[in-house]
């Protein structure tokens, strides 16, 4: 090649790397118009609409006793101010007090589908599985710290829910009924400074209320194992039973009620949780009213 051919060539080169720089240099942004209202550039946020009573959840465990990720429904009870988990079948699951929930937030995670994770691993010619290994899935999450004053349990569980929409109204929510405040997007219980109580206000204690004992199974002195009907025997009928109970200042179950369980289990349960003992609960020296649940697991062997 001549000396004129390669000068040519060269500058034909040069010619076509200019150009794919200038192709590749950043558009600039458009104008924006001089004097705009600010309302059109930040438009004011509508409120948090209310959420349904109950919601489809999956638990994602966290809670020391339930390790099984299972999905269900969670349901605001506002009657006995509680949040509860059923399964699938409708069973309670577990449940966590108003007042137990030290914090309440909405969180978002990009995970990898399950659905992605397989493709990708899977060997396929000229690495034609590749981009699945890329493919990223947002989830949405209730994530409550909580600490049950009356049993003690404390720790960190989150639920996952349909959609973003659904997660913060039920954060709005929860954060209304368990009395917490709002700090940024995460809201929280305030902190109760201690005062001190004078001897007069230490009598004054409102013992007519009933304070909430949680799960009771564990801190009954006498709990008889329920009968076993034949009618439930004959149909096949299992499961667990949850009786709500309430435990007078001696100790003693004066109520009893079933809220969830096999219809054909459920009058044995309570016959049972009538029959339980408690130790008495003080405050401050004084007997105090609890009320609780009681589990009872009925199996065929």
Same mark, same amino acid.
């Given at each position: 090649?001549?000396?004129?051919?390669? /000068?040519?060539?060269?500058?034909?080169?040069?010619?076509?790397?200019?150009?794919?720089?200038? $192709?590749?240099?950043?558009?600039?942004?458009? @104008?924006?118009?001089?004097?705009?209202?600010?309302?059109?550039?930040?438009?004011?946020?509508?409120?948090?609409?209310?959420?349904?009573?109950?919601?489809?959840?999956?638990?994602?465990?966290?809670?020391?006793?339930?390790?099984?990720?299972?999905?269900?429904?969670?349901?605001?009870?506002?009657?006995?101010?509680?949040?509860?988990?059923?399964?699938?079948?409708?069973?309670?699951?577990?449940?966590?007090?108003?007042?137990?929930?030290?914090? $309440?937030?909405?969180?978002?995670?990009?995970?990898?589908?399950? #659905?992605?994770?397989? /493709?990708?691993?899977?060997?396929? @010619?000229?690495?034609?599985?590749? @981009? $699945?290994?890329?493919?990223? *899935?947002?989830?949405?999450?209730?994530?409550?710290?909580?600490?049950?004053?009356?049993?003690?349990?404390?720790?960190?569980?989150?639920? *996952?829910? #349909?959609?973003?929409?659904?997660?913060?109204?039920?954060?709005?929510?929860?954060?209304?009924?368990?009395?917490?405040?709002?700090?940024?997007? /995460?809201?929280?219980?305030?902190?109760?400074? @201690?005062?001190?109580?004078?001897?007069?206000?230490?009598?004054?204690?409102?013992?007519?209320?009933?304070?909430?004992?949680?799960?009771?199974?564990?801190?009954?002195?006498?709990?008889?194992?329920?009968?076993?009907?034949?009618?439930?025997?004959?149909?096949?009928?299992?499961?667990?039973?949850?009786?709500?109970?309430?435990?007078?200042?001696?100790?003693?179950?004066?109520?009893?009620?079933?809220?969830?369980?096999?219809?054909?289990?459920?009058?044995?349960?309570?016959?049972?949780?009538?029959?339980?003992?408690?130790?008495?609960?003080?405050?401050?020296?004084?007997?105090?009213?609890?009320?609780?649940? /009681?589990?009872?697991?009925?199996?065929?062997?």
């Amino acid at each position: 090649m001549s000396q004129y051919s390669k /000068i040519f060539v060269t500058g034909i080169l040069l010619l076509f790397l200019a150009g794919a720089v200038s $192709a590749q240099r950043p558009r600039g942004a458009a @104008p924006q118009t001089v004097g705009a209202p600010v309302s059109e550039a930040q438009p004011i946020a509508s409120p948090v609409p209310p959420a349904p009573q109950t919601v489809n959840a999956k638990y994602e465990g966290g809670i020391f006793g339930y390790n099984k990720r299972q999905d269900g429904t969670l349901t605001f009870d506002d009657t006995n101010q509680r949040l509860v988990f059923r399964n699938k079948q409708g069973q309670e699951y577990l449940f966590i007090p108003y007042d137990g929930v030290m914090s $309440a937030f909405a969180d978002t995670q990009s995970r990898r589908p399950a #659905a992605a994770t397989v /493709i990708s691993s899977v060997p396929a @010619p000229y690495l034609l599985n590749l @981009p $699945a290994a890329f493919i990223r *899935k947002k989830y949405q999450y209730l994530t409550l710290q909580f600490a049950d004053p009356d049993t003690h349990v404390a720790g960190i569980t989150s639920f *996952k829910l #349909a959609n973003k929409q659904l997660t913060e109204s039920v954060v709005s929510m929860l954060a209304q009924r368990a009395g917490l405040v709002a700090r940024g997007a /995460i809201f929280v219980r305030r902190r109760q400074e @201690p005062t001190e109580v004078s001897q007069t206000e230490r009598h004054a204690i409102d013992t007519s209320r009933p304070i909430n004992g949680g799960l009771l199974n564990g801190r009954a002195l006498s709990l008889p194992e329920p009968v076993y009907p034949r009618e439930a025997r004959g149909t096949g009928a299992s499961g667990t039973v949850n009786v709500q109970i309430l435990v007078d200042e001696q100790g003693n179950v004066v109520e009893a009620q079933a809220i969830s369980g096999p219809p054909a289990l459920q009058q044995a349960a309570v016959d049972a949780a009538r029959q339980a003992k408690f130790t008495p609960v003080t405050i401050q020296g004084q007997p105090v009213k609890v009320r609780g649940t /009681i589990s009872y697991t009925f199996e065929l062997h």
